[in-house]
């Protein structure tokens, strides 16, 4: 069994508890862990990006899909949290993008797999061309009693959820009890992560206020490139890694350029995720896996 | 409170003063300030930069920006000022500054506006 360091972020307790374990045994320190279910998060592909910033650019989503794949016990599901590719002012080529990206993910050994957009895949057309290939922009759908919604905060260029959409989380909201576990998926941070990087969504806020009644609310995102792990209130929010390229700490340094490529440790901070649930999704523990094995 | 005036209230706190209005293209591109009136300073935002992308300005000085998008409805974020403008092309966007101290006041386009929106930024450099 492979040694493996966790996060376990209580949403019960309303903090973060950091600790250490064996990833697939059913246990974490202080007391028994009811493994019920876990799925995968993958983020930030940006098929057709091209660039020193990762020299294998057309082969590291392949090694992702075959890492997952390699897992002992596959997922139940498997989620992408946007920019499936990256941006192109061409509508036919971004449309190739997404086919290229579409069939490369194919070969996951996974029964569901969900995507989202990310503002490369959608700001441009406002999810025209995603939309053709993967459905609606938001969604929800209910997994072992944990109600997951799909926030779209791309598909306007300006970062913004929209009037519209948030009163359809409204509406859904309305209808859930609120000790009820949620779980929000989106792209971008709801939160003024970094807004002088543009790591933020304009009117997150009000779609954190909705949330704010639930006892037990979970987000995972991505856009920036790297773990981070925030709460609002009793709200976690847990951005994740990319598989194309890195990027510096919010506000670490002058611009958001990506970390150069180091080729003594190739496919250095990409990666993918388990997200396991525990306690019914009241509470996850998040293990962050590497492309590619050392 | 409107927005304009609590982003000005936020703005003064933040040791600026600031407005911000726009103007149809009609407006004198070029108009000059009243002798007691705020210097005008031209900015230009095109994918992917604005131009000029640092401007100096004096603490305790007036000024007006008046920025013109060539090419897209770029954002201007100034998230220090918790101000923010959409840049419509054919419009000139006003923005009146009054540093009170000397510092750096970063801003961002906050529309993605293509590859190469991530390197769309520039500051105010206040000095003494």
């Known amino acids: 069994m492979q040694r493996r360091d966790f996060l376990s972020l209580s949403a019960l307790g309303g903090g973060a508890v950091f600790a250490s374990g064996l990833a697939g ?9 009811q493994d019920d279910f876990y799925f995968v998060q993958l983020s930030d592909v940006h098929w057709g990006f091209q660039g020193p910033p990762n020299p294998d650019a057309s082969g590291t989503l392949r090694k992702a899909v075959a890492a997952v794949n390699a897992l002992d016990k596959p997922p139940e599901f498997v989620v992408f949290t946007g920019d499936l590719t990256h941006t192109t002012d061409d509508p036919v080529e971004r449309r190739r993008r997404l086919a290229e990206f579409k069939s490369i993910v194919a070969d996951l050994k996974v029964k569901t797999v969900r995507f989202m957009p990310g503002e490369h895949d959608a700001s441009l057309d406002r999810g025209a061309a995603y939309r053709e290939f993967f459905g609606e922009t938001h969604y929800t759908f209910d997994h072992k009693g944990v109600h997951f919604i799909a926030i779209d905060n791309v598909s306007d260029p300006g970062a913004k959820i929209g009037d519209e959409q948030l009163a359809w989380l409204h509406d859904d909201l309305a209808k859930r009890d609120q000790t009820a576990p949620v779980v929000v998926l989106t792209h971008r941070p709801l939160f003024d992560l970094a807004p002088q990087w543009d790591w933020a969504t304009r009117d997150g806020a009000q779609a954190v206020a909705l949330l704010m009644p639930f006892q037990n609310v979970t987000v995972f995102y991505g856009h920036i490139h790297q773990e981070h792990h925030q709460m609002t209130g009793h709200i976690a929010h847990h951005s994740a890694k990319s598989l194309i390229f890195a990027l510096p700490a919010p506000n670490s340094q002058p611009q958001r350029t990506p970390l150069p490529w180091d080729p003594a440790q190739p496919y250095k901070g990409l990666g993918f995720r388990e997200i396991d649930s525990e306690r019914a999704g009241r509470s996850f523990v998040i ?3 590497p492309v ?3 | 409170m409107t927005a304009q005036r609590l982003a000005r209230r936020r703005a003064l706190r933040a040791g600026f003063a600031a407005a911000a209005g726009v103007a149809a293209l009609r407006a004198p591109a070029l108009a000059q300030p009243a002798a007691s009136g705020p210097r005008v300073i031209q900015m230009v935002a095109h994918r992917f930069a604005y131009e000029p992308p640092v401007i100096a300005l004096k603490a305790g000085e007036r000024v007006v920006v008046e920025i013109r ?5 770029h954002g201007m974020n100034i998230p220090a000022l918790k101000m923010r403008f959409d840049l419509v092309p054919g419009r000139i966007t006003k923005v009146e ?6 510092g750096e ?8 506006c293509g590859d190469g929106h991530e390197q769309m930024h520039g500051k105010f450099v206040v000095s003494a």
């Open chain 2, 69 to 73: 998008s060539l090419d897209f409805v």
């Open chain 2, 97 to 102: 500054l009054q540093p009170t101290q000397s």
């Open chain 1, 25 to 33: 045994c059913a246990s974490a320190p202080g007391g028994a862990v």
């Open chain 1, 287 to 289: 293990t962050e896996l």
């Open chain 2, 105 to 112: 006041i970063e801003f961002v386009c906050d529309n993605f």
């Open chain 1, 292 to 294: 590619v094995r050392a």
